[in-house]
């Protein structure tokens, strides 16, 4: 059974930081790109970030440019989120996903429970 | 960015009916598009990827359909589970979801 299990999600002020965890299992870590996705609260899915199955490529939607970095431990199965510079409009339930495609990023096909960050 | 507009904002539709969804894309996507539903206080969950192609475990009651910019998700016949928002993403360039369709009773 396939499992992702955020943990980091806090109350922070303006400015501060965070470091976001997810532990995956249930499948093998290396075959798939993962995403943090976030939801604000009463809004719709906003994607974050990705990252290629070796951690070789990022991708990351243009708000977060520059304050954001997302990584992987393979050996861990573990994906992250360095979140800095936090703002008020980053306050959102932050979902891990795993994500299709093999050279490409595809669909989201399966979700943590999220974690909460609030700034 | 590819903007994804869904179509209705809240649908209401009894028990049994047959409910149909909308989304469009502001470009041809091809058929690289996916629809997710999710209840209240959980995550979402992937229904139908490739447009079309049903995800594991998904029930045979919901179906996609279309290509290039415009997108149907069809439910048959609505069961009581099945009242939830629900969302279509494109993955054709930088992921970007829709907005959302509410079915309520």
């Known amino acids: 059974e396939v499992q992702l299990v955020e943990s980091g999600g806090a109350l922070v002020h303006p400015g501060g930081s965070l470091r976001l965890s997810c532990a995956a299992s249930?499948?093998?870590?290396?075959?798939?790109?993962m995403s943090w996705v976030r939801q604000a609260p009463g809004k719709g899915l906003e994607w974050v970030a990705n990252?290629?199955?070796?951690?070789?490529?990022?991708q990351y939607v243009d708000s977060v440019k520059g304050r954001f970095t997302i990584s992987r431990d393979n050996a861990k199965t573990s994906l992250y989120l360095q979140m800095n510079s936090l703002r008020v409009e980053d306050t959102a339930v932050y979902y891990c996903?795993?994500?299709?495609?093999?050279?490409?990023?595809?669909?989201?096909?399966?979700w943590g429970q999220g974690t909460l960050v609030t700034v | 960015e590819i903007v994804m507009t869904q179509s209705p904002g809240t649908l209401s539709v009894s028990p049994g009916e047959r409910a149909t969804l909308s989304c469009r894309a502001s470009q041809n996507i091809v058929n690289n598009l996916a629809w997710y539903q999710q209840k209240p206080g959980q995550a979402p969950r992937l229904l139908i990827y490739g447009a079309s192609a049903r995800a594991t475990g998904i029930p045979a009651r919901f179906s996609g359909s279309g290509s290039g910019t415009d997108f149907t998700l069809t439910i048959s016949s609505l069961q009581s589970e099945d009242f939830a928002i629900y969302y279509c993403q494109q993955y054709s360039n930088w992921p970007t979801f829709g907005q959302g369709t509410k079915v309520e009773i």
């Open positions: 996903v795993r994500t299709a495609g093999i050279e490409l990023p595809y669909e989201f096909d399966y």
């Open positions: 990252i290629k199955r070796d951690g070789s490529e990022t």
């Open positions: 249930g499948f093998i870590f290396t075959k798939y790109w």
